[in-house]
Protein backbone atom coordinates (compact mmCIF):
# COMPACT_ATOMS: atom_id res chain seq x y z
CA UNK A 1 0.00 0.00 0.00
CA UNK A 2 1.22 3.60 -0.90
CA UNK A 3 2.19 5.90 1.77
CA UNK A 4 -0.74 8.43 0.48
CA UNK A 5 -3.41 5.86 2.08
CA UNK A 6 -3.92 4.19 5.23
CA UNK A 7 -6.80 1.69 4.24
CA UNK A 8 -6.95 0.65 0.34
CA UNK A 9 -10.07 1.06 -1.69
CA UNK A 10 -12.53 -1.26 -1.54
CA UNK A 11 -12.96 -2.75 -5.37
CA UNK A 12 -15.96 -4.87 -5.41
CA UNK A 13 -16.35 -7.07 -8.38
CA UNK A 14 -19.89 -8.59 -9.46
CA UNK A 15 -20.06 -11.90 -10.91
CA UNK A 16 -23.08 -13.74 -12.15
CA UNK A 17 -21.78 -16.65 -13.84
CA UNK A 18 -19.14 -18.99 -14.90
CA UNK A 19 -17.99 -17.14 -18.01
CA UNK A 20 -17.99 -13.80 -16.50
CA UNK A 21 -15.86 -15.25 -13.79
CA UNK A 22 -13.15 -16.54 -15.92
CA UNK A 23 -12.98 -13.55 -18.08
CA UNK A 24 -12.67 -11.46 -14.32
CA UNK A 25 -9.70 -13.17 -13.41
CA UNK A 26 -6.51 -11.40 -14.87
CA UNK A 27 -8.92 -8.09 -13.78
CA UNK A 28 -8.51 -9.38 -9.86
CA UNK A 29 -4.89 -10.12 -10.56
CA UNK A 30 -4.50 -6.81 -11.46
CA UNK A 31 -6.46 -5.20 -8.99
CA UNK A 32 -5.13 -7.29 -6.12
CA UNK A 33 -1.39 -6.36 -7.37
CA UNK A 34 -2.01 -2.89 -6.78
CA UNK A 35 -0.89 -1.59 -3.63
CA UNK A 36 -4.14 0.74 -2.75
CA UNK A 37 -6.49 -1.64 -3.60
CA UNK A 38 -8.21 -4.43 -1.97
CA UNK A 39 -10.54 -6.53 -4.17
CA UNK A 40 -13.51 -9.08 -3.52
CA UNK A 41 -16.56 -10.68 -4.50
CA UNK A 42 -20.27 -10.21 -4.48
CA UNK A 43 -21.80 -13.38 -5.98
CA UNK A 44 -25.28 -14.45 -7.54
CA UNK A 45 -26.84 -15.30 -10.43
CA UNK A 46 -25.84 -18.80 -11.64
CA UNK A 47 -23.31 -19.54 -9.77
CA UNK A 48 -25.99 -20.22 -6.47
CA UNK A 49 -28.43 -21.85 -8.86
CA UNK A 50 -27.87 -26.16 -8.98
CA UNK A 51 -29.69 -26.33 -12.11
CA UNK A 52 -26.94 -24.34 -13.79
CA UNK A 53 -23.90 -26.34 -11.87
CA UNK A 54 -23.71 -24.41 -8.71
CA UNK A 55 -20.36 -22.77 -9.46
CA UNK A 56 -20.17 -21.05 -6.38
CA UNK A 57 -18.06 -23.90 -5.07
CA UNK A 58 -15.49 -23.06 -7.50
CA UNK A 59 -15.68 -19.46 -6.74
CA UNK A 60 -14.78 -20.09 -2.86
CA UNK A 61 -11.85 -22.88 -4.31
CA UNK A 62 -10.16 -19.62 -5.84
CA UNK A 63 -9.57 -18.08 -3.01
CA UNK A 64 -10.97 -14.45 -3.81
CA UNK A 65 -12.15 -12.83 -0.80
CA UNK A 66 -16.42 -13.11 -1.22
CA UNK A 67 -17.72 -9.94 0.34
CA UNK A 68 -20.84 -11.69 -0.06
CA UNK A 69 -23.40 -13.91 -1.95
CA UNK A 70 -27.19 -14.91 -2.32
CA UNK A 71 -29.37 -16.64 -4.87
CA UNK A 72 -31.43 -14.96 -7.19
CA UNK A 73 -32.73 -17.05 -10.19
CA UNK A 74 -36.62 -17.77 -10.35
CA UNK A 75 -37.04 -21.39 -11.01
CA UNK A 76 -38.04 -21.59 -14.87
CA UNK A 77 -36.98 -19.35 -17.50
CA UNK A 78 -40.40 -17.85 -18.85
CA UNK A 79 -40.39 -14.04 -19.02
CA UNK A 80 -41.95 -13.83 -15.91
CA UNK A 81 -39.42 -15.75 -14.15
CA UNK A 82 -36.82 -13.32 -15.60
CA UNK A 83 -38.02 -10.60 -14.53
CA UNK A 84 -38.55 -12.26 -10.96
CA UNK A 85 -35.07 -13.49 -10.71
CA UNK A 86 -34.08 -9.62 -11.88
CA UNK A 87 -35.97 -7.91 -8.65
CA UNK A 88 -34.33 -10.56 -6.49
CA UNK A 89 -30.92 -9.75 -7.88
CA UNK A 90 -31.89 -6.27 -7.21
CA UNK A 91 -32.59 -7.00 -3.88
CA UNK A 92 -29.78 -8.88 -2.69
CA UNK A 93 -27.37 -6.83 -4.27
CA UNK A 94 -29.23 -3.57 -1.79
CA UNK A 95 -29.04 -5.52 1.64
CA UNK A 96 -25.09 -7.10 0.64
CA UNK A 97 -24.16 -3.37 -0.26
CA UNK A 98 -26.01 -2.26 2.98
CA UNK A 99 -23.07 -4.21 4.84
CA UNK A 100 -20.21 -3.54 2.75
CA UNK A 101 -18.07 -0.59 2.64
CA UNK A 102 -17.58 -0.24 -0.92
CA UNK A 103 -15.38 2.50 -2.99
CA UNK A 104 -16.33 1.01 -6.27
CA UNK A 105 -18.50 -1.81 -7.59
CA UNK A 106 -17.54 -3.05 -11.12
CA UNK A 107 -19.63 -4.74 -13.73
CA UNK A 108 -19.15 -6.43 -16.72
CA UNK A 109 -21.05 -7.07 -20.01
CA UNK A 110 -24.98 -7.46 -20.48
CA UNK A 111 -26.44 -10.12 -18.16
CA UNK A 112 -29.83 -9.78 -16.70
CA UNK A 113 -28.84 -10.29 -13.53
CA UNK A 114 -25.95 -7.68 -14.08
CA UNK A 115 -28.11 -5.10 -14.68
CA UNK A 116 -30.50 -5.68 -11.83
CA UNK A 117 -27.97 -6.16 -9.52
CA UNK A 118 -26.49 -2.84 -10.46
CA UNK A 119 -29.51 -1.24 -10.15
CA UNK A 120 -29.01 -1.10 -6.37
CA UNK A 121 -25.88 0.74 -6.44
CA UNK A 122 -27.43 3.94 -7.70
CA UNK A 123 -29.36 4.62 -3.95
CA UNK A 124 -26.09 4.66 -2.57
CA UNK A 125 -24.12 6.91 -5.04
CA UNK A 126 -21.89 3.93 -5.30
CA UNK A 127 -20.05 4.46 -8.43
CA UNK A 128 -20.14 1.96 -11.11
CA UNK A 129 -17.21 0.92 -13.53
CA UNK A 130 -18.67 -1.14 -16.41
CA UNK A 131 -16.21 -3.45 -18.64
CA UNK A 132 -17.24 -4.39 -22.22
CA UNK A 133 -19.92 -1.35 -22.86
CA UNK A 134 -20.79 -0.38 -26.11
CA UNK A 135 -20.61 -3.50 -28.21
CA UNK A 136 -24.11 -5.08 -30.19
CA UNK A 137 -25.86 -7.74 -29.82
CA UNK A 138 -29.06 -7.41 -31.90
CA UNK A 139 -30.60 -10.70 -31.58
CA UNK A 140 -30.89 -10.22 -27.50
CA UNK A 141 -32.40 -8.77 -24.73
CA UNK A 142 -28.96 -8.19 -23.47
CA UNK A 143 -28.85 -5.41 -26.12
CA UNK A 144 -30.85 -3.05 -24.51
CA UNK A 145 -29.37 -4.36 -20.62
CA UNK A 146 -25.49 -3.86 -21.82
CA UNK A 147 -26.72 -0.29 -22.84
CA UNK A 148 -28.99 0.31 -19.77
CA UNK A 149 -25.49 -0.61 -17.42
CA UNK A 150 -23.68 2.11 -19.69
CA UNK A 151 -25.73 4.56 -18.51
CA UNK A 152 -25.56 3.26 -14.92
CA UNK A 153 -21.92 3.53 -14.65
CA UNK A 154 -19.11 6.07 -14.26
CA UNK A 155 -16.40 4.83 -15.95
CA UNK A 156 -16.35 2.53 -19.16
CA UNK A 157 -13.34 0.43 -19.98
CA UNK A 158 -14.44 -1.56 -23.45
CA UNK A 159 -12.85 -3.45 -26.14
CA UNK A 160 -12.55 -1.44 -29.12
CA UNK A 161 -12.96 1.85 -30.27
CA UNK A 162 -16.14 1.63 -31.85
CA UNK A 163 -17.46 0.59 -28.47
CA UNK A 164 -16.05 3.41 -26.99
CA UNK A 165 -17.54 5.86 -29.81
CA UNK A 166 -20.99 4.58 -29.50
CA UNK A 167 -20.41 5.15 -25.36
CA UNK A 168 -19.94 8.84 -26.01
CA UNK A 169 -22.51 8.83 -28.42
CA UNK A 170 -24.28 8.08 -25.52
CA UNK A 171 -23.36 11.26 -23.63
CA UNK A 172 -20.91 9.66 -21.52
CA UNK A 173 -17.83 12.04 -20.61
CA UNK A 174 -14.60 11.02 -23.32
CA UNK A 175 -12.63 11.15 -20.12
CA UNK A 176 -14.29 7.91 -18.70
CA UNK A 177 -13.98 6.43 -21.57
CA UNK A 178 -10.92 4.19 -22.04
CA UNK A 179 -10.13 1.46 -24.60
CA UNK A 180 -8.30 -1.35 -22.63
CA UNK A 181 -8.98 -4.74 -24.91
CA UNK A 182 -11.22 -7.40 -23.71
CA UNK A 183 -9.58 -9.04 -20.52
CA UNK A 184 -10.68 -12.50 -21.36
CA UNK A 185 -7.66 -12.29 -24.23
CA UNK A 186 -5.32 -11.59 -21.24
CA UNK A 187 -6.67 -14.90 -19.75
CA UNK A 188 -5.73 -16.93 -22.92
CA UNK A 189 -1.64 -17.10 -21.77
CA UNK A 190 -2.40 -16.98 -18.53
CA UNK A 191 -4.48 -20.21 -17.89
CA UNK A 192 -3.12 -23.66 -18.52
CA UNK A 193 -4.06 -25.86 -20.95
CA UNK A 194 -5.10 -30.09 -20.64
CA UNK A 195 -3.89 -32.19 -23.13
CA UNK A 196 -6.05 -33.79 -25.12
CA UNK A 197 -5.72 -37.12 -22.66
CA UNK A 198 -6.64 -35.38 -19.88
CA UNK A 199 -9.53 -33.68 -21.97
CA UNK A 200 -10.90 -37.20 -22.19
CA UNK A 201 -9.93 -38.49 -18.49
CA UNK A 202 -11.91 -34.99 -17.03
CA UNK A 203 -14.65 -34.13 -19.36
CA UNK A 204 -15.11 -37.98 -21.27
CA UNK A 205 -14.06 -36.27 -24.49
CA UNK A 206 -12.95 -38.27 -27.26
CA UNK A 207 -9.08 -39.13 -27.22
CA UNK A 208 -8.44 -38.76 -30.73
CA UNK A 209 -10.23 -37.11 -34.25
CA UNK A 210 -11.51 -33.97 -34.88
CA UNK A 211 -14.96 -32.58 -32.98
CA UNK A 212 -17.02 -29.60 -33.19
CA UNK A 213 -17.10 -27.69 -30.15
CA UNK A 214 -20.83 -26.33 -29.77
CA UNK A 215 -21.87 -23.38 -27.98
CA UNK A 216 -25.35 -22.51 -28.55
CA UNK A 217 -27.56 -19.78 -26.17
CA UNK A 218 -31.56 -19.01 -26.91
CA UNK A 219 -32.18 -15.88 -29.28
CA UNK A 220 -33.95 -14.06 -26.66
CA UNK A 221 -35.82 -11.27 -28.99
CA UNK A 222 -36.97 -14.19 -31.31
CA UNK A 223 -37.69 -17.51 -29.74
CA UNK A 224 -39.13 -18.76 -32.63
CA UNK A 225 -35.52 -18.55 -34.23
CA UNK A 226 -34.60 -20.44 -31.56
CA UNK A 227 -36.34 -23.38 -32.42
CA UNK A 228 -35.41 -23.37 -36.10
CA UNK A 229 -32.03 -22.66 -35.89
CA UNK A 230 -31.39 -25.42 -33.40
CA UNK A 231 -33.15 -27.93 -35.18
CA UNK A 232 -31.39 -26.86 -38.16
CA UNK A 233 -27.89 -27.49 -36.10
CA UNK A 234 -28.85 -30.61 -35.39
CA UNK A 235 -30.00 -31.75 -38.73
CA UNK A 236 -27.03 -30.73 -40.04
CA UNK A 237 -25.13 -32.70 -37.62
CA UNK A 238 -26.84 -36.11 -38.24
CA UNK A 239 -26.20 -35.26 -42.07
CA UNK A 240 -22.64 -34.52 -42.00
CA UNK A 241 -21.51 -37.19 -39.16
CA UNK A 242 -19.82 -34.47 -36.77
CA UNK A 243 -18.69 -35.53 -33.48
CA UNK A 244 -19.88 -32.79 -31.31
CA UNK A 245 -18.93 -31.67 -27.65
CA UNK A 246 -21.77 -29.27 -26.55
CA UNK A 247 -21.92 -26.62 -23.45
CA UNK A 248 -24.86 -25.59 -21.70
CA UNK A 249 -26.86 -22.90 -22.58
CA UNK A 250 -26.97 -19.75 -20.01
CA UNK A 251 -30.20 -19.13 -17.83
CA UNK A 252 -31.53 -17.07 -20.28
CA UNK A 253 -35.30 -17.01 -21.19
CA UNK A 254 -36.66 -20.10 -22.61
CA UNK A 255 -32.28 -21.59 -21.76
CA UNK A 256 -33.71 -24.33 -19.89
CA UNK A 257 -35.83 -26.02 -22.50
CA UNK A 258 -32.91 -25.66 -24.85
CA UNK A 259 -30.59 -27.39 -22.45
CA UNK A 260 -33.59 -30.17 -22.43
CA UNK A 261 -33.49 -30.57 -26.42
CA UNK A 262 -29.63 -30.64 -26.04
CA UNK A 263 -30.17 -33.06 -23.85
CA UNK A 264 -32.32 -35.08 -25.66
CA UNK A 265 -30.32 -34.79 -29.00
CA UNK A 266 -27.54 -36.39 -27.04
CA UNK A 267 -28.76 -39.03 -25.76
CA UNK A 268 -29.93 -40.32 -29.35
CA UNK A 269 -27.40 -39.20 -31.42
CA UNK A 270 -24.26 -41.34 -31.30
CA UNK A 271 -20.78 -39.32 -31.07
CA UNK A 272 -22.39 -36.33 -29.34
CA UNK A 273 -21.81 -35.17 -25.81
CA UNK A 274 -23.13 -32.61 -22.98
CA UNK A 275 -20.98 -30.76 -20.60
CA UNK A 276 -22.66 -28.52 -18.27
CA UNK A 277 -19.61 -26.58 -17.35
CA UNK A 278 -15.68 -27.32 -17.59
CA UNK A 279 -14.29 -24.12 -16.19
CA UNK A 280 -11.84 -21.49 -18.11
CA UNK A 281 -8.56 -24.41 -18.61
CA UNK A 282 -11.52 -26.73 -19.63
CA UNK A 283 -13.30 -25.22 -22.25
CA UNK A 284 -9.95 -23.25 -23.32
CA UNK A 285 -8.05 -26.54 -23.83
CA UNK A 286 -11.38 -27.62 -25.60
CA UNK A 287 -11.13 -24.46 -28.00
CA UNK A 288 -7.33 -25.45 -28.56
CA UNK A 289 -8.01 -29.03 -29.93
CA UNK A 290 -11.73 -28.17 -31.32
CA UNK A 291 -11.48 -28.72 -35.31
CA UNK A 292 -14.06 -25.75 -35.32
CA UNK A 293 -16.73 -23.89 -33.17
CA UNK A 294 -20.38 -23.66 -34.02
CA UNK A 295 -23.06 -21.50 -31.79
CA UNK A 296 -23.45 -18.08 -31.00
CA UNK A 297 -21.95 -17.43 -27.89
CA UNK A 298 -19.63 -13.97 -26.91
CA UNK A 299 -16.74 -17.03 -27.00
CA UNK A 300 -17.10 -17.78 -30.44
CA UNK A 301 -16.73 -13.72 -30.60
CA UNK A 302 -14.23 -12.83 -28.47
CA UNK A 303 -11.51 -15.99 -27.84
CA UNK A 304 -11.72 -18.02 -30.68
CA UNK A 305 -9.57 -15.91 -32.93
CA UNK A 306 -6.66 -16.20 -30.60
CA UNK A 307 -7.09 -19.85 -30.49
CA UNK A 308 -6.60 -20.02 -34.43
CA UNK A 309 -10.57 -21.28 -34.09
CA UNK A 310 -12.81 -20.95 -37.44
CA UNK A 311 -16.13 -20.37 -35.82
CA UNK A 312 -19.61 -20.74 -37.54
CA UNK A 313 -21.79 -18.09 -35.88
CA UNK A 314 -25.47 -18.78 -36.38
CA UNK A 315 -27.94 -16.18 -36.90
CA UNK A 316 -28.73 -12.64 -35.42
CA UNK A 317 -27.78 -13.48 -31.33
CA UNK A 318 -24.66 -11.78 -32.13
CA UNK A 319 -25.78 -9.16 -35.02
CA UNK A 320 -23.89 -6.13 -34.77
CA UNK A 321 -20.87 -7.74 -33.05
CA UNK A 322 -16.98 -6.78 -34.10
CA UNK A 323 -15.83 -9.75 -35.36
CA UNK A 324 -12.33 -11.25 -36.26
CA UNK A 325 -11.40 -13.11 -39.71
CA UNK A 326 -12.04 -16.38 -38.43
CA UNK A 327 -15.76 -16.49 -37.83
CA UNK A 328 -18.27 -17.59 -40.78
CA UNK A 329 -21.55 -15.31 -40.57
CA UNK A 330 -24.73 -18.25 -41.69
CA UNK A 331 -28.05 -18.59 -41.57
CA UNK A 332 -29.75 -21.14 -39.36
CA UNK A 333 -30.72 -23.52 -41.78
CA UNK A 334 -29.16 -27.08 -42.95
CA UNK A 335 -28.23 -25.58 -46.39
CA UNK A 336 -26.25 -22.79 -44.82
CA UNK A 337 -25.14 -24.12 -41.94
CA UNK A 338 -23.60 -27.55 -44.22
CA UNK A 339 -21.54 -25.07 -46.32
CA UNK A 340 -20.59 -22.74 -43.85
CA UNK A 341 -19.14 -25.90 -41.87
CA UNK A 342 -16.94 -26.99 -44.95
CA UNK A 343 -15.69 -23.12 -45.28
CA UNK A 344 -14.54 -23.52 -41.74
CA UNK A 345 -12.57 -26.15 -42.64
CA UNK A 346 -10.71 -25.71 -45.72
CA UNK A 347 -6.99 -25.05 -46.21
CA UNK A 348 -7.40 -21.33 -47.35
CA UNK A 349 -9.83 -20.24 -44.37
CA UNK A 350 -7.57 -22.71 -41.68
CA UNK A 351 -4.96 -20.17 -42.91
CA UNK A 352 -6.75 -17.27 -42.50
CA UNK A 353 -7.50 -18.13 -39.27
CA UNK A 354 -4.02 -19.43 -38.39
CA UNK A 355 -3.06 -15.63 -38.78
CA UNK A 356 -4.69 -15.28 -34.65
CA UNK A 357 -6.04 -11.79 -35.53
CA UNK A 358 -8.23 -10.52 -33.03
CA UNK A 359 -9.91 -7.26 -33.04
CA UNK A 360 -10.77 -6.85 -29.41
CA UNK A 361 -7.49 -6.06 -28.23
CA UNK A 362 -3.72 -7.60 -27.68
CA UNK A 363 -4.14 -9.23 -24.27
CA UNK A 364 -2.94 -6.50 -22.23
CA UNK A 365 -6.70 -5.02 -20.95
CA UNK A 366 -6.40 -6.00 -17.02
CA UNK A 367 -3.64 -3.25 -16.59
CA UNK A 368 -5.53 -0.47 -18.57
CA UNK A 369 -8.45 -1.29 -16.39
CA UNK A 370 -6.72 -1.01 -13.13
CA UNK A 371 -5.15 1.63 -14.11
CA UNK A 372 -8.43 3.49 -15.30
CA UNK A 373 -9.89 2.34 -12.04
CA UNK A 374 -7.12 3.89 -9.51
CA UNK A 375 -6.86 7.05 -11.15
CA UNK A 376 -10.79 7.63 -11.11
CA UNK A 377 -11.02 6.54 -7.12
CA UNK A 378 -7.45 8.92 -6.27
CA UNK A 379 -9.70 11.95 -8.26
CA UNK A 380 -11.91 11.53 -5.83
CA UNK A 381 -14.75 12.00 -8.95
CA UNK A 382 -18.39 12.59 -7.65
CA UNK A 383 -20.85 9.93 -9.11
CA UNK A 384 -22.84 12.70 -10.25
CA UNK A 385 -23.19 12.58 -14.01
CA UNK A 386 -24.02 14.81 -16.89
CA UNK A 387 -25.19 14.12 -20.39
CA UNK A 388 -21.80 15.07 -22.73
CA UNK A 389 -22.06 17.18 -26.16
CA UNK A 390 -24.97 18.35 -26.37
CA UNK A 391 -25.93 21.96 -25.64
CA UNK A 392 -28.84 23.33 -25.72
Not at 168 to 197: F, H, K, T, W
Not at 282 to 298: H, V
Request: aromatic share 6%.
Amino acid sequence: MSAARKTPWNVVVLTTSRADFSIYQPVLRALDAHPDIAPSLLVTGMHMSDAFGYTFDNVKKSGWPIAASFPCLAEGDSAKDIGISMGQATEGTAIALAEIDADLLIVLGDRFEMAAAALAAVPRGLPICHLHGGEETEGAMDNVLRHMLTKLSHLHCCATELAATRIRQMGEAPERVIVSGAPALDNIAAVPRLSRAELAEQFGLPESGDFALITYHPVTLDLEATEAEIAALFGTIRQTGLHCVFTAANADTAGRALNTKIEAFVAETEGQMLIGHMGAKGYYSAMEEAAMMIGNSSSGILEAASFGLPVVNIGDRQKGREVSPNLIQTDGTVEALTAAIAKSQSKDFKAQCARRENVYGDGQAADKIVTAVAHFLESGTCPRKAFHGVNL
